[in-house]
């Protein structure tokens, strides 16, 4: 059995000193007009009245039936006052204490008690008076009941209130880590997409100068690895800005659209791929933003992966736009770089698939096998939803 409250023993202490201070005065009360005992049996029902009140929390039930009885037991003393005021707390903290049958039942019993005591005291006395007795029954049981309720209802929508808080605060912080999550993710797929093809490029030519001992290599290579590098750098910067700022007066800048596609094109021309742009939509559209960054991205890591690691031959990049779909394909002879490679780390197809997902579109990526031999494609569907009207520019480049 647990230890009791240390609250429950201050007034089991203090009741039983109480109840023995009033008896050492001589002051004692006629409950009921039955024969009394000598005036020293009314220790007896106060003494374990006191001893109740340890069980006022860990037992409060069983305190209650057996302080009924010792109440009883009373009414055949001269009385004590102590003893029916912790009565009426044993009553109370059944209610607050017990269990959620008892919290909802006892208030009933005792009001229904108090009503059939006023009743057998009228029958009983036939004289007015006899209400006033009722009444005393009420305020040491239904009263101590009802307001063990009210504080337990009371103490039950604190608690509600206060779980209520913390899961809407658990919910909060999930909602906030996801967030964070998503948002580093995002990051790192514009800063993986922005940089990866210009280091590739210093990678490759800068590997090229060291390699080779030609002074016309080693000029070409110099110029494109200061080409990319200023470019990257420039990336980087529009990137740190948005970062910084947070507006949306960098979000042109930061999100191309699918219109930079032969500025990308000639790009890697330049590092040294021999790309085909192949623009086969009809319809002058422009897409929703985040499509068309997508698909702008897919094309980018597509030809840096095909730089890094693509034998030599022609690359192939197509779009085409039917059923609101916008289908991208890019294709690369498939097999080891006669030149130097960059490494890679896969990071590229992770965050190709992923821009896909969140696209709700579909993703694949792997060897195949075609007229012009085995070649590594590269395929996205990205649901297009509603365009708006916007003069088209796009054609093979």
Do not use: C
């Amino acid at each position: 059995m647990p230890r009791p409250h240390r609250v429950d023993v201050l007034i089991a202490l203090s009741g039983l000193l109480g109840g023995l201070v009033l008896w050492g005065i001589g002051l004692g009360i006629r409950t009921a007009p039955v024969p009394s005992l000598p005036d020293a049996w009314l220790l007896v029902p106060l003494a374990l009245m006191s001893g109740l009140e340890l069980l006022r929390r860990t037992l409060p039930q069983t305190a209650l039936a057996l302080g009924t009885l010792a109440l009883v037991a009373d009414q055949f003393t001269p009385g004590n006052l102590v003893t029916i005021i912790l009565f009426a707390d044993l009553a109370y903290a059944a209610v607050l204490y017990g269990s959620p049958a008892a919290a909802r039942r006892l208030p009933w019993a005792t009001g229904l008690a108090t009503v059939a005591a006023t009743l057998g005291f009228l029958a009983w006395y036939q004289q007015p008076e006899a209400v006033l007795l009722g009444l005393m029954v009420g305020l040491i049981t239904f009263t101590p009941a009802t307001t063990g309720a009210i504080v337990r209802n009371h103490r039950d929508a604190a608690e509600a209130a206060r779980l209520r808080a913390q899961q809407t605060a658990l919910l909060a912080e999930m909602d906030r880590t996801q967030a964070v999550t998503a948002e580093r993710a995002r990051m790192a797929r514009e800063l993986h997409d922005m940089v990866a093809n210009h280091l590739s490029a210093i990678a490759i030519h800068s590997t090229a100068a060291l390699s080779l001992d030609d002074p016309r290599t080693t000029r070409d290579a110099l110029g494109v690895i200061r080409e990319n590098s200023v470019d990257g750098l420039a990336e980087m910067r529009r990137l740190i800005g948005l970062l910084r700022d947070g507006s949306d007066d960098h979000e042109p800048a930061a999100a191309p659209t699918l219109d930079s596609l032969a500025a990308l094109a000639e790009q890697a021309r330049t590092n040294g791929l021999d790309v085909t742009l192949d623009d086969r939509r009809t319809d002058s559209a422009r897409l929703p933003a985040p499509v068309e960054l997508a698909a702008y991205r897919i094309v980018q890591e597509s030809l840096t992966n095909a730089l890094k690691h693509a034998a030599p031959g022609p690359v192939h990049v197509a779009l085409s736009l039917a059923e609101r779909t916008l289908a991208v394909t890019v294709t690369s002879p498939f097999g080891d770089p006669s030149g130097p490679r960059a490494p890679g780390s896969g990071a590229g197809l992770v965050g190709m698939r992923e821009r896909a997902s969140l696209l709700g579109g579909e993703f694949e990526a792997g060897p195949r096998d075609s007229a012009e031999g085995e070649i590594w494609y590269v395929g996205a569907a990205l649901p297009a939803g509603e365009a708006t009207v916007k003069a088209h520019e796009g054609g093979s480049a």
